[in-house]
């Protein structure tokens, strides 16, 4: 009896061991992967579990192979690499080759991100070798700036405290120097522009095809890079009516018609789209996950990349232009009261202060009945590829119709067998009528 | 094929058409589809009104994969294809009646005392389904061309291969009936046998489609073996069904991919030749005889 309860404490002992165990770490060459997808560029990684990676073709993909520390996380069914315990770039030439043929020798340069419109907004530029540098060191310079605007900004503060008490002390000496009234000093401004570390890497562009890529001499480091284009670009639109505002629904093939029904004002943001492989896209921003574009491989999506200011938009109806809308900021206007209600005006930094716009785009009135359409036309002029919509007003009387047609078959049905039944009737008295005859004769 | 058969086919065919629209049971099945029609268009409209618009394709985003679809295609096709499903059950039933309610009630015998054998019998039953299925076809066009004309909703080019399908849809599924009531002697079997197997049809890709995405943290192992066993009986349903050719045509054509719409017609008519093949072969073996 003792010696069984031994062995159950051993064991529980044993499985609460295993229960807590962390995934092992397997030491192995990576390749850290910096893939350009349209209009950003994100991070993954080719482990030795999936050597064959996909990146955009005609675009600066950016690769380093590394030694480090592999473990599968089986809660989101993925690959990933512990960098922070073993970070060892791998240098030499890399060897990009097609089939037998060498078609290129890179080797390692420098480069950093720059994003002159800030982090989060617009897209970043990939800066190499010098310029990458300089961005970073620009970066560097305009944070430093801001730290001492910010140490004046101190200074200024304590001494405007310094003035304001000593105008409290006597308020009215001032009257007639207002402009000798203490003012309170300006926050600084973080700088917008942002550039991150310079750092190095192996930059390939190819054109689409798939290749082998590899550290000359180091066959761990060999990998099959897929290099894909997008099937199809164009102009998706960001569709929001006027009393759902918050709800926007999307447009991305010129072949989709935007059904309105009645008097209608929608708002349009257009954006830069492109139709690609599901597949091949979910792969290139996350690799080694199980889970990442299954089922995919067939199917093509558009993804929507970054919006596209100014340009005018054109509205036709029954092919005639009857309108041009341009590209403008919008605020919802909360109405006044306890009671829910919004007005969408055209924002006004004077009037609005401080706080945002609520969306941009163009606006569309539609009158109702009619075959609308409309397209963007760029800065210059030119009506942009794949830009056209069709608007299509719909009738609500069709509830109606729809509720009533599916009776017409059963009344058909029903006269038929009304005539049939009659015909019968008929057919039976002539019998009758004809052996009467026969009788009597 | 000779001229007698022609005329035995003619006759026989006409005969039945003749029947079959002097019945309420095609204006009933007819009433059914466009009642679906309506009911998902009334849905359509309702929701544009209250949300103040809605974005449709009006054809496509070419691929060739088979399971993932858009999510709003085409306003009238989906309508369209659920009155074709309806339009072709009531086909299947028809058909699967057609042989074994003449050799239940003896009338079959007599009809081969003439010029009449079991190819041009078989294919005569067959000709009067289509024709059937043609009429039910003329009704659901209309339908959609007023319905389209009133709520604008539009008709693509997809409604017509839509509708180019689901002839070769009707072929299917009327060869399929036949074999059924081939095997049949009595029409009591023949609509068991057509029930059974239209339940299956629609039953196992509903429930291969629950297995697939249920969770498996707990009860893996059942859960796995349900997936292995709904995955081999939907594959053969999926060879054996005539929706599942409906199916893909309706995909190929949501997706705008015409080589998967010309293959999927081209496999139907070849499932349309195998099963008439079939249906022949069983009939002359069971004879005319109850």
């Given at each position: 009896m003792r010696k069984t309860a031994y062995l159950l404490i051993a064991l529980m002992l044993l499985s609460v061991g295993v229960f807590a165990a962390a995934p092992e770490k397997v030491e192995q060459v990576v390749v850290n992967l910096i893939l350009f997808d349209g209009s950003l560029w994100k991070n993954t990684i080719s482990p030795q579990e999936y050597k064959t990676f996909y990146m955009m073709a005609n675009a600066d993909n950016i690769l380093v192979p590394t030694n480090t520390k592999v473990y599968f996380w089986p809660i989101t069914q993925e690959y990933m690499a512990d960098f922070y315990d073993l970070n060892e770039e791998i240098e030499g030439t890399m060897v990009v080759s097609r089939g037998n043929r060498v078609i290129a020798r890179i080797e390692k340069e420098e480069y950093a991100f720059a994003y002159p419109n800030g982090y989060y907004t617009g897209s970043p530029q990939l800066v190499r070798g010098e310029e990458a540098h300089k961005a970073s060191a620009k970066y560097k310079d305009e944070v430093n700036a801001y730290y001492q605007r910010v140490m004046e900004y101190q200074q200024a503060l304590i001494d405007y405290q310094v003035a304001l008490e000593k105008f409290w002390e006597n308020p009215e000496a001032y009257r007639g120097r207002e402009s000798e009234i203490p003012k309170e000093p300006k926050i600084p401004e973080y700088p917008t522009y942002y550039a991150t570390e310079v750092q190095r890497g192996y930059i390939v562009n190819l054109e689409p095809g798939t290749y082998t890529i590899e550290i000359e001499g180091m066959p761990e480091t060999k990998r099959t890079a897929i290099a894909f284009t997008p099937r199809r670009q164009g102009v998706g639109y960001d569709i929001r009516p006027e009393q759902q505002w918050t709800v926007p629904r999307p447009s991305n093939d010129r072949s989709e018609t935007v059904y309105v029904y009645g008097k209608q004002t929608i708002y349009v943001t257009p954006y830069k789209g492109i139709e690609v492989n599901h597949f091949m896209y979910e792969k290139l921003k996350k690799l080694p996950s199980e889970l990442s574009g299954r089922g995919g491989e067939l199917v093509y999506k558009w993804m929507a990349l970054e919006y596209l200011n100014g340009g005018t938009l054109e509205v036709y109806k029954d092919g005639e232009l009857i309108s041009t809308s341009d590209f403008k900021q919008w605020y919802v206007d909360q109405t006044a009261g306890a009671a829910l209600g919004y007005n969408i005006i055209e924002f006004d930094p004077k009037v609005q202060g401080e706080r945002p716009p609520s969306f941009e785009g163009f606006r569309v009135q539609l009158e109702g009945s009619g075959r609308y359409s409309f397209r963007l036309v760029d800065k210059d002029g030119n009506v942009v590829q794949e830009s056209e919509r069709l608007i299509r007003s719909i009738d609500s009387r069709s509830r109606f119709f729809a509720v009533i047609l599916p009776i017409v078959p059963i009344l058909i049905g029903g006269l038929i067998w009304v005539w049939r039944a009659s015909l019968s009737a008929t057919d039976t008295g002539t019998d009758k009528t004809s052996k009467l005859e026969v009788a009597k004769s | 094929m000779n001229r007698f058969r022609a005329v035995a086919i003619r006759a026989i065919a006409g005969r039945e058409l003749r029947s079959t629209l002097f019945n309420m049971g095609i204006y009933v099945a007819i009433a059914l589809g466009l009642i679906v029609a309506s009911f998902m268009i009334y849905t359509y409209v309702t929701g544009i009104m209250e949300y103040g618009m809605a974005v449709m394709p009006s054809s496509k985003t070419e691929t060739r994969y088979y399971s993932e679809l858009p999510?709003?295609?085409?306003?009238m096709l989906v309508p369209l294809q659920w009155t074709v499903y309806i339009g072709a059950i009531y086909i299947t039933l028809s058909a699967s009646l057609s042989i074994s309610r003449e050799r239940d009630q003896g009338t079959l015998e007599v009809l081969f005392?003439?010029?009449?054998?079991s190819l041009s019998f078989v294919i005569a039953k067959f000709v009067e389904q289509l024709l059937s299925f043609g009429v039910v076809l003329l009704f659901y066009i209309a339908y959609f061309v007023v319905m389209s004309a009133i709520s604008k909703f539009a008709l693509g080019v997809g409604f017509l291969k839509m509708i180019i399908l689901s002839l070769f849809l009707a072929g299917c599924m009327a060869s399929f009936g036949m074999f059924l009531s081939s095997m049949t002697r009595k029409v009591k079997t023949s609509v068991i046998l057509f029930l059974v197997f239209v339940i299956t049809f629609l039953a196992v890709p509903m429930i291969h489609q629950f297995v697939m995405v249920q969770y498996t943290s707990t009860m893996k192992g059942a859960v796995s073996v349900a997936r292995h066993v709904t995955s081999t009986l939907n594959f053969l349903v999926s060879w054996i069904s005539p929706f599942a050719y409906l199916g893909r045509g309706t995909t190929a054509i949501i997706l705008g991919s015409t080589s998967e719409l010309i293959k999927s017609l081209f496999f139907s008519l070849i499932y349309t030749v195998v099963f008439l093949t079939a249906s022949i072969v069983i009939f002359n073996r069971k004879g005319v005889r109850r």
């Open positions: - | 999510q709003s295609p085409e306003p005392y003439g010029p009449v054998d």
